[in-house]
């Protein structure tokens, strides 16, 4: 039961950084520094997303892994706040969608991670990982080729 808890808060903090990166107010982007804001905001980003995975595969921690993946977020919000005036535009709805798919991708293996104990598997899991982004882009890359 314990596991379905953790999947079940791993799904309502995806849903809600999504509803926290819709929501952002349109005078955000105007009163936010792009640079500052960015900078900041991927620094949360990829410090957490390590972190993530240090709870997963060395600690073994899930509270750990859940309060890494809240900072993952607030540092996605801050990344994308100085392009808050976009929101609501096809070609900004598409790279969400496909950014929150690797979101969910790089969420699913670091929870993977959690539970095997083979470090040879988790590198395959990783593997796994870049072959999805990949996967996500190539397919994002021929939609915009479409319309050529």
């Not at 929150?100 to 104990?117: D, H, K, N, Q, S």
Request: with cysteine.
């Amino acid at each position: 039961m314990y596991h379905v808890v953790l999947i079940l808060l791993a799904a309502i903090l995806m849903y809600l950084g999504w509803q926290l990166v819709h929501c952002a107010p349109r005078s955000l982007s105007m009163l936010l520094p792009k640079k500052l804001t960015f900078t900041v905001g991927f620094t949360l980003f990829i410090l957490a997303l390590f972190l993530a995975f240090c709870s997963a595969f060395v600690l073994g921690s899930p509270d750990g892994i859940l309060a890494c993946f809240v900072q993952v977020y607030v540092g996605l919000w801050f990344m994308l706040a100085s392009s808050a005036s976009q929101r609501g535009s096809y070609e900004d709805e598409r790279m969400l969608k496909r950014l929150f798919a690797m979101l969910g991708a790089i969420m699913v293996v670091i929870i993977a991670t959690l539970y095997v104990p083979d470090p040879k598997v988790v590198a395959l899991f990783n593997l796994l990982l870049v072959t999805t982004g990949f996967w996500i882009t190539t397919n994002y890359l021929q939609i915009l080729d479409r319309g050529r």
